[in-house]
Every structure is written in structure tokens, then in C-alpha cells.
């Protein structure tokens, strides 16, 4: 009797333990933060996305990539010693269409760091799209100060975690004018393909 007894108390505990380390392997599965691989004509980078603290523009940056949306794009504005923004814009400066803007999500703690990502936008504080730029340096005054349309900041939602080099290289190419637009690549920086990475 004790001898089944012992025995019904080990499976239990081995089922009691099976089950947690199922419950931790699912935790530790919601915290990892997905990967977007960004191959470009000069090229590859990898953009860790914090999930967790900007959902929104996460979730909107993965939709237009999973959509093909940045297929073809290119880094349409490069300013050296600050950032490379693309995204939005087809070689010779053509606009593509876009989603509605989303909420800014500025305000989630995060910084304007170099190598963080974050979400471009106009003047209107909820105004960010598809259009995306990598800070090259430390961006502070870009982060959020108040709620006032002025302060309000940048929403970072990733940052670079293996491409810098490329990203460096795309900073140093040579920048023109094009239209209303200044600071255009003169030769098209191509985002050949946005999508999510099983390397990483």
C-alpha cells in the first residue's frame, strides 16, 4: 500500500513538475521579443522589437512587413551623425499608399538611443505610418518630455541588434536633393525585402 502510494505521489510531482516547465517555456515564449530581418542593397539588419513596451507600433511595423509593404523601398532621408529613415518611398522619391497612423506610444519609457528604431511621423503627434529611422547617435531631445504636441517625442519600438556596420555605411553615402526632398540618397539605398527572422 505504502509502496503505491510513493509511487502515486512521484507521478504526480513529475506531472506537477512537466506542467510547470510547460508554464515557464510558454512565459519565457510571450517575453521573447520578435526579430524583423531588413535586407538591404548594401546589406543585412536585424531589428529586435520590444513588444512589450511599444505593442502598437510593433504590431503595425510587423503587418506592413508580413504584407510585403517595404519590399522595394528605400532610405530615402540619411543625415549623418543623426539618423537613416525609409520605409515610405519608392526609388525616385514615388510615395506608396499607407494604413491609417497609429497611436504614438513616445511615452513608453524607451529612448532615442543610437541604434534604436524608431517611428517617423509629422508634426501631429499621432501621425506615424509605415515610415521608420535608426537613430546614429544618442537622439534624447528626440524622446518624450510631456504631453504637449512639441514634447510629445519619437515612439522607439526596436533597435538594431546585429547590421550597425551597414547601417554606419548607409549613413556615410552620398546625399542629394530631389524634388521638395533634401538629404536623398544620390544612388537608391533599396530595402530589398522586411521580414521576420528565424536566425535569431
Not at 517575453?31 to 513588444?51: A, C, H, S
Not at 513608453?108 to 503627434?125: D, E, F, I, P, Q
Amino acid at each position: 500500500m505504502k509502496r503505491l502510494l510513493l509511487i502515486g505521489l512521484v507521478l504526480i510531482l513529475g506531472f506537477s513538475v512537466a506542467c510547470k516547465e510547460k508554464d515557464v517555456k510558454k512565459e519565457m515564449a510571450k517575453k521573447v521579443n520578435p526579430v524583423v530581418k531588413i535586407e538591404t542593397t548594401m546589406g543585412d539588419i536585424y531589428i529586435e522589437l520590444f513588444k512589450e513596451e511599444a505593442p502598437i507600433s510593433v504590431k503595425n511595423f510587423m503587418d506592413y512587413a508580413s504584407d510585403g509593404f517595404y519590399n522595394g523601398t528605400v532610405f530615402h532621408r540619411v543625415i549623418n551623425g543623426f539618423m537613416i529613415q525609409g520605409g515610405g518611398f519608392l526609388p525616385g522619391m514615388e510615395e506608396k499608399e499607407t494604413n491609417d497612423p497609429i497611436k504614438n506610444e513616445a511615452n513608453n519609457n524607451l529612448s532615442n538611443k543610437r541604434g534604436t528604431v524608431a517611428m517617423a511621423r509629422t508634426n501631429v503627434v499621432d501621425s506615424a505610418t509605415a515610415q521608420f529611422f535608426v537613430n546614429l547617435a544618442d537622439n534624447t531631445f528626440l524622446d518624450h518630455k510631456s504631453d504637449s504636441a512639441s514634447e510629445y517625442g519619437y515612439a522607439v519600438f526596436g533597435k538594431v541588434i546585429q547590421g550597425m556596420d551597414v547601417v554606419d555605411a548607409i549613413k556615410g553615402v552620398e546625399t542629394t536633393r530631389t524634388g521638395y526632398y533634401s538629404d536623398v540618397p544620390a544612388e537608391d539605398v533599396i530595402i530589398k525585402s522586411a521580414a521576420v527572422s528565424d536566425d535569431h
